[in-house]
């Protein structure tokens, strides 16, 4: 079962009951119409998932029909609303007769807003990041599968930039949507130079097959599989249920925003333009490389 739509210019993983829950850095919602529900308040579908730990439903509310409850799940990192009525668990979006989106509306209200500057201080943390263009520049993080055609596609739009030296990009890499994706993910981390081995992976990409172009390693080191797991949610943590989702600077010096998906043709230099006067000193310039 799938609950997380697809955004538009981005490579998705599925929201799906099997998942395992990842616990990722929220601000709270202090919303006082919506309350804990008891499991046993829940449809039986979400009853047998939450006791076997699969997911969490964080909030239950009163919608604006009467009799169906919106229910608030947590699952792998990401949020979603869901409806219950008559023990039947609905999915989708909720549409008034009026024909306005009750779900958009109940999204905006009840779940928990991403706190994207504490996931930039932990990726600044953890380290392990291929930077592309010079210290100075404006920066932007960007978490990327080496099979994803969409990151591919940005890497190709950055590399122009980032070579005059206007843009500075921090890629976090995960690796999750093709059986290759951690050996290849693996590869460029393990590199002697990490910025070339990601450079090798985007000149080889085969865009038919929406594949790499650097050759995967077939058993990765088990806490550099960890350190890419923990890129995935911190994804996840950032509002990012695709890539590549990008952490951008919006306001102040730890002011951080996140868009899922490719930006649009012109989004980069509007965002080089915009970032004209701030101090890009304090970025971390290592290609972090763990053993």
């Known amino acids: 079962m799938s609950f997380i739509r697809r955004p538009r210019g981005a490579a998705v993983f599925v929201f799906c009951l099997t998942l395992v829950m990842a ?23 979400l009853q047998q998932s939450v006791k076997a730990g699969k997911l969490t439903v964080i909030k239950k509310f009163k ?8 229910y608030v799940i947590q699952q792998s990192g990401q949020h979603e609303v869901v409806y219950g009525e008559d023990g039947f ?10 024909g306005d989106n009750l779900s958009a509306q109940y999204t905006q ?20 990041l291929v930077q592309q263009g010079p210290d100075d520049a404006p ?20 590399a122009p930039l980032a070579k005059a030296g206007k843009i500075q ?24 130079d990490p910025t070339a081995a990601l450079a090798k992976n985007e000149a080889g990409f ?23 797991n ?23 010096p730890n002011q951080w925003a996140a868009k899922v998906g490719m930006p649009p043709k012109g989004w980069l230099e509007s965002y080089i333009k915009s970032q004209d006067g701030h101090d890009n000193s304090q970025n971390n310039s290592k290609n972090d490389k763990q053993d």
């Not at 804990?36 to 039986?44: C, F, G, N, R, V």
């Not at 919608?63 to 919106?70: C, I, N």
């Not at 995935?232 to 306001?251: D, F, L, W």
């Open 89 to 98: 668990l609905i999915v989708g979006q909720l549409i008034s007769p009026d």
């Open 169 to 192: 990009v921090k890629w976090a890499l995960a690796g999750f949507l093709k059986p290759s994706s951690m050996g290849r993910a693996a590869a460029i981390l393990s590199a002697d």
């Open 206 to 228: 085969n865009e038919a097959k929406e594949e790499g172009g650097i050759k995967p390693v077939d058993s990765p080191n088990p806490k550099l599989e960890t350190l890419i």
């Open 63 to 70: 919608t604006a029909k009467p009799g169906l409850t919106g």
């Open 109 to 128: 209200q009840y779940v928990p807003k991403p706190d994207v500057a504490k996931v930039v201080s932990d990726l600044k943390k953890t380290g392990h």
């Open 139 to 158: 920066v932007l993080y960007v978490f990327a599968d080496p099979n994803c055609i969409y990151c591919h596609r940005f890497y190709d739009q950055v």
């Open 230 to 252: 923990l890129h995935y949610k911190q994804m996840a943590a950032a509002g990012g249920n695709g890539t590549p989702t990008v952490i951008y600077r919006e306001g102040g």
């Open 23 to 45: 616990a990722p850095a929220f601000a709270a919602n202090t919303d006082k119409n919506a309350s804990k529900p008891d499991t046993a308040e829940l449809p039986k579908i």
